[in-house]
């Protein structure tokens, strides 16, 4: 069962959709010249998605809703979660800009400076959460696969005579080690985000 605010996520992806369905029949972005020169609208760190059309990084975000990990495995959920806002964000951003690109259309003798600005803006704040993010989902699946090698090894040993079962049993001890230390990092690395999210508060 998904949260209510779940739930507001997945309107407000909606919503944002149509957003960006007019913004690109606007086509804005086709006139203005800094956009031109640009291989995508946002830095590869929020979207991996290459585009000029705000619709295909919407979509992206629909993709990633659509396979969010299950509410139980919480921090991976969580990672998700925030990654998918702050996409939803940056969109919204692109949208809340037009009026200041649509004039800068206009005044061509200063074409490049808010735009440029925006996207120094998202590179900053997104960068150093979203490395730390990317560490912590990577330890997460290690920590899955340590816990499945475990899982394996005891199952095994069900079957296993008294030489194989103390070798299993070994194996598991290791093992152990391993997730313990894949623990720790998991620890230092939650700690780091606490930290930079608190900074990029202030």
């Known amino acids: 069962m998904q949260s209510a605010a779940f739930d507001k996520l997945c309107q407000q992806v909606a919503t944002l959709k149509q957003q960006a369905i007019q913004f690109d029949n606007a086509k804005l972005l086709t006139k203005n010249r800094y956009m031109q020169a640009q291989p995508s609208l946002f830095d590869r760190r929020v979207f991996s998605t290459k585009s000029m059309s705000l619709v295909d990084y919407v979509t992206e975000i629909e993709e990633e809703i659509s396979t969010l990990p299950p509410a139980e495995h919480r921090h991976a959920y969580n990672y998700a979660l925030e ?63 340590l816990v499945l090698m475990i899982e394996e090894r005891k199952l095994q040993m069900q079957n296993a005579g008294p030489t194989k079962a103390k070798e299993l049993n070994l194996e598991i001890l290791t093992i152990h080690g391993r997730l313990g230390r894949c623990r720790k990092a998991i620890s230092a690395t939650e700690e780091k985000i606490q930290t930079v999210e608190k900074q990029q508060l202030r």
Do not use: C
């Open 83 to 145: 990654r998918i806002g702050n996409q939803v964000q940056a969109v919204f951003n692109v949208i809340k800009s037009t009026p200041i690109w649509a004039k800068e259309n206009k005044n061509t003798f200063k074409p490049r400076n808010k735009p440029k600005v925006y996207q120094q803006a998202v590179k900053k704040i997104m960068q150093p959460v979203h490395e730390l993010y990317d560490e912590l989902k990577q330890n997460h699946e290690f920590e899955r696969r």
